[in-house]
């Protein structure tokens, strides 16, 4: 009498073992998949992707020495759009609007107010090439 009790307890207890067991595993699985499966593949892309297609739209009109005189020499304080990163009065998005010619090319040439000069580092072509540019940001 008392072993069919205890056997049958026993019966019972393992059929609800392994479907506690199933939905532990599950529930397991659908944590590590949405916590940590998800950001990374899609983190990159609204950074990475959208910063070369501005910067690219930045460049248009520029020539293939504009931009990397550009990337090398004023990138590092006027950004990758232009925007400026070192002020207000760093970006250059309307420079041509506000400034000439002549003042743009000096300020490249002299520097001057937190801008070193340019005029030992660069070639007057590289200058006027990089000022022509400059003038076309209205
Ligand atoms: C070390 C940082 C730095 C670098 C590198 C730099 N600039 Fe500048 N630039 C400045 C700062 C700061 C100003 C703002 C000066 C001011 O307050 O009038 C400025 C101003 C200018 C202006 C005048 C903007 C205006 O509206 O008055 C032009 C044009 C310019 N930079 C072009 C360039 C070009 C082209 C290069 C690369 C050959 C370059 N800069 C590299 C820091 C930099």
Redesign the pocket.
């Known amino acids: 009498m008392d072993k069919s009790i205890s056997t049958s307890i026993r019966t019972t207890r393992k059929k609800l073992l392994l479907p506690m067991t199933m939905t532990a595993v599950s529930l397991l699985s659908i944590v590590i998949l949405s916590g940590c499966g998800n950001p990374s593949p899609n983190a990159a892309e609204p950074f990475g992707g959208n910063k070369t297609a501005n910067t690219a739209e930045a460049m248009v009109g520029a020539s293939e020495q504009v931009q990397s005189?550009?990337k090398q020499?004023?990138l590092?304080?006027?950004g990758n759009t232009l925007e400026g990163r070192?002020?207000p009065?760093?970006?250059?998005q309307q420079?041509g609007e506000?400034?000439s010619k002549e003042?743009?090319s000096k300020?490249?040439a002299s520097?001057?107010?937190?801008?070193?000069g340019?005029g030992t580092k660069?070639t007057p072509e590289e200058?006027a090439a990089?000022?022509d540019w400059?003038a076309t940001k209205q």
Do not use: A, E
């Open positions: 005189l550009y020499s004023c590092s304080c006027h070192v002020g009065k760093t970006n250059l420079v506000r400034l003042q743009i300020q490249i520097g001057g107010n937190g801008m070193p340019f660069l200058i990089l000022t400059l």
